[in-house]
């Protein structure tokens, strides 16, 4: 059996072994989500990027391909995105179309943006020979170039990082115009255009800031117009470097982090083994407006709902302190739904994993309007409580959790808040608990689905 050892995502994707970061590249074409990332394959920690490759058909089962980028004379090769390139604009492709890779190629004096080319899928690249294509910044930070193509404007357009967020564009992939700068310090950006409420008629832009905060906006082709100050994207630790993917078939706008935080992501290398780092599940994103405004909203794809197994269902219960409803159910690999009617409790929610000594709260405070995810005790090498603001709808809150070997994921509301979390329990911690502090809350409905894993063959 594959993909056994402790702490193993089994519904996450993650490299069979090595250090896996951003995730990159990341385009749907000719029946396969592709999924490229930033990959150390000789270590656990950080070093010479790669472009690891997987390949999907429904964005739940992931097939690991070969490596598809390695360093070469001009540098290692660090995030960026790809795009399939239709109409042959780069002359790449002999008139047909084909899939167009665009990285920074890093090495010690500077960060360029460089091209690689498929015309077979996906399965085997060719670097241009004339990179780097972009190096008019190449002594500052200078990198993670997001593309695609504009309609209005029939060019390419590049959101790329460093000390600003720089916007070019082209109609070719290989000659770029700098059109406009904006001081903002971010990596991995992003930026695409969204309907607000489902309205086509009505549609804003998202600056997305590594996954760790976006802006909404305007975008004429050549400036991103901010309307909006910079609203986080995820409440919890371990999101960033987010990315969406481009062509997706059904126009839906999919966006994977790496589910990791640089502040100890290098430090795990002592924890899993033989890998290190693991991405989100993917996330669909949409605008919808709020008292407060346009907001983001984040939601698990529905594919996911295909892992499901096994089923439990409870509806219109009273929750008091001192009772468990759960106290019958245990599982390290669930989706668990709960939708809660506010009472007289100050707080109430769920602790997941909960073991000898060890426990992970997702929990509502209704005086401050605070979903939190608490992983104080939630295992080895990581703590922390994250909030996030939430306020209640109808007088009701929605926790919609994903529990795997050794990550948390909480939406809250139908996605107007995400919590993203890494956990390491015991294997054996793997219980359930329903509670309520203070006074009782009415429990409208309740789902635990079991997971199956994605690495079944
Ligand atoms: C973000 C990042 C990118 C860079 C890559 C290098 O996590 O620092 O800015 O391209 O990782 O691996």
Redesign the pocket.
Known sequence: MRYTERYRPQFHFSPERGWL??PNGMVYYNGEYHLFY?YHPAGKT?GP?HWGHAVSKDLVHWEHLPIALYPDHLGTV??GSAVVDWHDTSGFFNGEPGIVAIF?H?EVDGQMQSLAYSSDGGRTWRKYEGNPVLDQFKGEDF??PKVFWHEETKEWIMVV?GGKVRIYSSPNLRDWTLRSESDIWT??PDLFELPVDGDPNNTKWVLSL?GRGYHIGTFDGERFVPETAALPMNYGPDA??AQTFSDEPNGRRIMIN?MNN?EYANNLASITDPWNGVMTLPYELSLKTYPEGIRLVQQPIPELQRLRRTHCRFANEKIEPGTNLLAEIRGAQLEIIAEFELGTAAEFGLKVRTGDREETAVGYRTADRVLFVDRNQSGAALSGVYEAPLAPENNRVKMHLFVDWSSLEVFGNDGKVVITSLLFPSQASDGLELSAVGGDVRLSALDVYELESMWLD
């Open positions: 970061n951003d930033q950080w990027m660090w995030s920074t890093a990198r993670d990082a990596e991995c590594g960033y470097a790496w640089w």
